[in-house]
């Protein structure tokens, strides 16, 4: 899934303003402008659209947590560990809105898409364990609608 795809549904789920986004990056000390963030939320086809790199999403994600749960002083800063996934990405939105299993199972239920417990955990492990299972495209899109239903009403 393109990282574009992924900002422009948290930014349409928290209603974030452009200059507001640039708080969440700056929050983590990644220097982006209101510019550049208008063009990362364009669509794929409109004139000046720009592709978020990996790196700047990750950056977003981290500094989104630190915006929804308060900034931890007591723990070192999370480093951007490259590439990019739908996985990571899944882990870093389960940890900025501070889900559960069962919240993650009820999200996906609210736009009818069923996934068992250990499907769900298969999701979170790392890249090389036996049970690992990619995040796919689908699963990701579903999961940001169901979590955009649950966080705006």
Known sequence: MLNNDVLRSVRYMLDLSDQKMV???????????EADVVDFLRAEDEEGFLEIPDEAMLYFLNGLVIHLRGKNDKQAPV??????????????????????????????QSVDFQVSKPEL???????GHSNYRACGDQFLRNFLKGLTLRVRT
């Open 23 to 33: 708080e969440i990056f700056a929050l983590v000390d990644y220097s982006v402008i």
């Open 79 to 108: 480093p951007v560990k490259l590439p990019n996934s739908n996985n990571l990405m899944l882990k870093k939105l389960r940890v900025a809105f501070n889900l559960k299993d069962e919240d993650l199972q009820e999200i996906l």
């Open 121 to 127: 955990s298969a999701l979170f492990r790392a890249k």
